[in-house]
């Protein structure tokens, strides 16, 4: 369920010396042309020499990037766990309670996925195409994998900033999230109403809340 960025380059400026950018973005804008043309006509239409076009690269520039369309498929998919946490974190409070923390994190990982519900759809849909795929169904497994081992480390993190203990280990409280997010995404791509989803996670912050303790607590 992520997001990536918009970018175009002229010719001018894969020409000119002094404007000469990195691998690093030629890959980002590549990746960011390819999500638009996706958005617009569909997976199968993002050939090689499309992205490059949207992108405003020569062909050739595709695979200076990616040494193939299942790289560039792997690294569209993990661009689902980009999502930036940042800037919610100096909200996250000892003082507030296990509740409180987690909604502000959900909340704060909802709303930059809500921003963009083209962008999840084509992850959705790139996911079950490349699942339909011999050569291509490991990579759902890398991104989960992925995923997962963020969100772990979201949790001991979140345990850490607000004192918190956990009543089981935080892989399984990873697991957890990272399944219900997935589903709250896919219903609300179904009926879009922001307010239900948003629902949904308020209640499920609270469950979630139920395997937390504040390590200040002398009831445990």
Known sequence: MANCYLG?????????????ISADERRRRLLAAALRVMKREG?????????????????????YCFRSKRELYGALLASDIEIDLAPVWPEISPAASPR???????????????ADPDAQ???????????RDP????????EYAASLEKVTGYIVRLGEEAGLTYLCEER????LVVTTLNGVAWSWLAHRDG????????????????LARNKTDRSM
């Open 8 to 20: 175009r380059m002229s010719h001018q400026e894969d020409a000119a010396p002094r404007k000469q």
């Open 43 to 63: 997976i199968a239409a993002a050939t090689t020499r499309a992205i490059c076009a949207e992108a405003g690269m020569p062909h050739g520039a595709f695979h």
């Open 100 to 114: 409180e923390n987690i909604r502000t994190l959900l909340l704060a990982y909802w709303s930059q996925v809500e």
């Open 121 to 131: 759809l084509v992850l959705f849909d790139l996911g079950s195409f490349v699942l």
């Open 135 to 142: 050569e291509l169904r490991e990579l759902p497994r890398g």
């Open 172 to 175: 399984a409280i990873a697991e």
């Open 195 to 210: 307010v239900a989803a948003r629902a949904s996670l308020e209640r499920f912050a609270e469950l979630v809340a139920g």
